[in-house]
């Protein structure tokens, strides 16, 4: 080797190990930066940490001043309330179990139905099917048997009632009026002293012009009742003897027991 060619072997050597200082120092100076940020991030968590640090005060919230109208305020208030209150119900309706009505058991045949029957077949067949227009078991009265008769044919019903000796009914334990609105009623309860049997009787009369006939040639005792239902409701009885108001005064006005009584004076 010449001596000029071990120059350049020497000048390529040193220059390789001159790299790998540089490349030694770089790397120890990349390694001394990170850990000097390292520390530095360190400390600034430690700065910031509750333990080491006293809390902020919190900045203070300024109250918002509504300036809507109170009025609005209140209708808002209560109009979502009212929502509430429905969406609760409407909750509650939807939770609700449907209720099972319980059936019904038929009613057991009534112990006076045969002599309702009796009466009602005996009526028809001397007097016509006419003369009665409904029959049936009062069950709330002691079962007692009723019948429904048209004022027009109220008088021959009440001779045969007293004078047929299988009803024999010579009592009149009951004698009033009933205004429905629809119609009024004259109901008499019956007492048959021989066959010791009991009959509601039922007399259907018009309400605007209600006449019903007088039974007094055959109940003597029904004279002073037809008189005190004339004078509470209004019930003309044809043929009576002396039909006039027996309670209230002659020049009263009105009838106090019909449903449109209207009184003269409000105050008493």
């Known amino acids: 080797m010449t001596k000029e060619e071990e120059n350049q ?25 990170a ?8 400390e ?8 080491k640090q006293e809390e902020k005060p919190a900045a203070r919230v300024s109250p918002q001043v509504n300036s809507a109208n109170p009025s609005e305020l209140k209708r808002k208030a209560a109009a979502a309330a009212k929502e509430a209150a429905s969406s ?24 006076k139905q045969p002599l309702l029957d009796t009466f009602l077949h005996r009526v028809k067949e001397e007097l016509g ?19 429904i008769i048209p004022a027009s044919h109220w008088r021959e019903v009440a001779y045969f009632l007293r004078d047929e000796k299988d009803f024999a009914f010579d009592y009149v334990q009951n ?19 021989a066959n010791q049997n009991r009959l509601c009787i039922r007399v259907k009369t018009e309400r605007e012009s209600p006449d019903v006939p007088s039974v007094v040639e055959v109940w003597p005792a029904t004279n002073w009742h037809e008189r005190e239902t004339y004078d509470l409701l209004g019930i003309q009885f044809s043929d009576h003897p002396n039909l006039c108001r027996i309670l209230m005064p002659d020049d009263w006005v009105g009838y ?3 449903k449109d009584y209207q009184p003269y004076d409000q105050e008493i």
Do not use: C, W
């Open 175 to 193: 004698f009033s009026g009933v205004d429905y609105e629809t119609h009024m009623e004259v109901v008499l309860h019956l007492y048959s002293l």
């Open 129 to 147: 099917e006419e003369v009665v227009l409904e029959g049936f078991i009062n069950r709330l009265n002691g079962h007692l048997p009723t019948m």
């Open 44 to 51: 600034e968590a430690f700065k910031e940490s509750p333990s």
């Open 35 to 42: 850990s000097v940020e390292q520390a530095g991030s360190e």
């Open 9 to 33: 072997s020497n000048k390529k050597s040193k220059s390789s190990v001159d790299k790998e200082k540089n490349r030694f120092s770089s790397r120890q100076g990349e390694e001394k930066q």
């Open 256 to 258: 106090p027991l019909r």
């Open 88 to 111: 609760k119900v409407k909750a509650g309706a939807a939770r609700k179990r449907p209720v099972v009505k319980p059936v019904a058991e038929p009613l057991e045949p009534s112990p």
